[in-house]
Each structure stands twice: as C-alpha cells, then as structure tokens.
C-alpha cells in the first residue's frame, strides 16, 4: 500500500541545471498536486491537475512546468534551477469532489532540494 | 476567496497538559475543514476533517475539533498532550467542490516535560 511516493528524496543542484520531481500514486485519484513547503510560509500551490492530461497553475507556478501523461503520474519539471527554488517539495492526490464529497489529500514524504 | 488562519505560529505546553490550536476561515460557500500534523522530515498527515452534521469532530491521537459556522472558526484541541505530538499542525479548507485546499500557514506544537 504506497500511496503516494516521491522520487527522489534529497536532490543538490546548481543553478542553472535542470531536473524533474516524480510522483506516482497507486490510489486511482483524479486529483494531484504539487505543492512548496517553506519556514514560515506553509505550504504553497504550484501547479496541479484534475485529470490525465490536464494541468493548471497554482499560487507560484513561475519557473516551473509539470505533466501529467499518465492519470497515475504527476511530473514537476525545473528547467533552470535558481537558489530561490531551494525548498520542501510535497506531492498530494485526492478523489475528485464527484467521487465523494470533502476527499482529503493523500501527500508523499516529500523531496527535498537544494540549488546552489 | 477563502483564506485560513492559524494566528499562533508556535504553542509550547508541558507533557499532560491541554492545547488548543486556533484555525479561523473565510469563505463565502459552504466548506470542508482539515487539520492535517506534520511529523519532522516527512509529509502531512491527515488528523481529522469536517464535512457536515456533528460540529465536534474526533480524530485520530485523541484530538478533536470543533466547527463553530458564526465564528468562522475551526480550532483543534486535546486534553491532555504526549511529547510524541511535538509536530507541525496546519489547518485547510476547501470550497464545495473546489478542487483545492487553502493551507495555513501552520502552528509548531511543542510538547515539554
């Protein structure tokens, strides 16, 4: 029973590289996002997508792009790191609102980068 | 456009010792509330949730919380706290069939002997 899972876990870049953040989820959700979790400011929308194929922006989807080819997976894309980017990244997924009312989201343990 | 917030940003208690942790909202729809705990260097996990009916929800860790529309208000409480509950606890909301939750920005719980 995975869940959600996050790959990988820590990752150290230096600016200007590229990379790209997996979240996989065996839980048939809709639903997946991915958030950023910085000191003191919660946690912040990126982007996410409410079904295969589909994306939207979130509260700070600026330098970064996602995919969501497959309804399972939901990628996060860095084209070019800045340090500003150093962060918690967390991946959620949930049922949508049809498939029952108030789903909660499901997180993975999140990755965490540094961007030198 | 809804918005939470959790005023305290850190709460110390002593070991045995009741807490509350405050959430109020703003939405101008019928809502659905969470408290989700964050336990160090892993992800969120889901404490308990308000969907309708009983405006006293019980969770899972002995913690409740009370749904009070009037007040716009949804605060997590335990009677007596665990140095295991030193974590992170952060409250959301969601708008009918939105398909987003708006997270506070957190409380640290921390819990001493």
């Known amino acids: ?116 | 456009a809804q918005s939470v917030t959790q005023l305290d940003s850190q709460v110390p208690v002593f070991e045995e010792a009741p807490v509350e942790l405050r959430c109020n909202y703003s939405s101008s729809v019928s809502v659905y509330l969470f408290w989700y705990v964050q336990y160090p260097n892993q992800g969120l996990q889901l404490l308990l949730k308000y969907l309708s009916g009983s405006t006293l929800v019980k969770g899972i860790n002995g913690f409740e919380a009370e749904f009070n529309k009037s007040q716009t208000s949804f605060h997590l409480r335990k009677p007596s706290v665990h140095i295991s509950d030193t974590a992170e606890y952060f409250c959301a909301v969601r708008d009918g069939t939105a398909s987003k939750l708006t997270f506070g920005t957190g409380t640290r719980l921390q819990v001493t002997l």
């Open chain 1, 1 to 116: 029973n995975a869940g959600v899972t996050q790959t990988p876990k820590f990752r150290v870049l230096k600016t200007g590289q590229s990379m790209t953040l997996l979240c996989a989820q065996d839980m048939n959700h809709e639903y997946m996002y991915w958030y950023r979790q910085d000191p003191g400011m919660g946690l912040r929308l990126i982007h996410y997508s409410v079904g295969e194929g589909t994306t939207a922006k979130g509260e700070v989807p600026d330098g970064y792009n996602v995919s969501r080819l497959k309804k399972q997976n939901f990628l996060l894309g860095l084209e070019s790191a800045a340090p500003s980017q150093t962060s918690v990244y967390f991946c959620a997924s949930s049922y949508s609102w049809w498939q029952g009312e108030g789903q909660p989201q499901h997180f993975g343990d999140g990755t965490r980068l540094s961007i030198l």
